[in-house]
Nanobody
Framework: QVQLVESGGGLVQPGGSLRLSCVGS????????MGWYRQAPGKERELVAT???????NYADSVKGRFTISRDNAKNTVYLQMNTLKPEDAAVYYC??????????????WGQGTQVTVSS
């Protein structure tokens, strides 16, 4: 069983930066891909970024060039560096982990979420 705990959310002004962290536990974590989804009020949950076990990242078009996902396997931690934040980035951000085969990612473990608010 993989358990995930996010941290790092908060209030930031437009154009600002935040770094989210997610610490995981569980024997499968080292071979799982990890990722971040987000969900804003009244909207569907959407994939933000994933990172494979080998460190290969993928991003949603809406965050390319602004967000960077990384992982430290020794610490069982995945990070999401968010720069040049926009009001539309405001959402609850969820860390997740699961198998990834090719481009198909199946997030089967989820954290509790951390709130990101972008407002002046």
């Amino acid at each position: 069983q993989v358990q995930l705990v996010e941290s790092g959310g908060g209030l930031v002004q437009p154009g600002g930066s935040l770094r989210l962290s997610c610490v995981g536990s569980g024997s499968m974590l080292s071979i799982y891909a990890m990722g971040w989804y987000r969900q804003a009020p009244g909207k569907e949950r959407e994939l933000v970024a994933t990172i494979a076990a080998n460190g290969s990242p993928n991003y949603a078009d809406s965050v390319k060039g602004r967000f960077t996902i990384s992982r430290d396997n020794a610490k069982n931690t995945v990070y999401l560096q968010m720069n040049t934040l926009k009001p539309e980035d405001a959402a609850v951000y969820y860390c997740n982990a699961g198998p990834k085969i090719g481009s198909y990612y199946n997030p089967i473990n989820w954290g509790q979420g951390t709130q990101v608010t972008v407002s002046s």
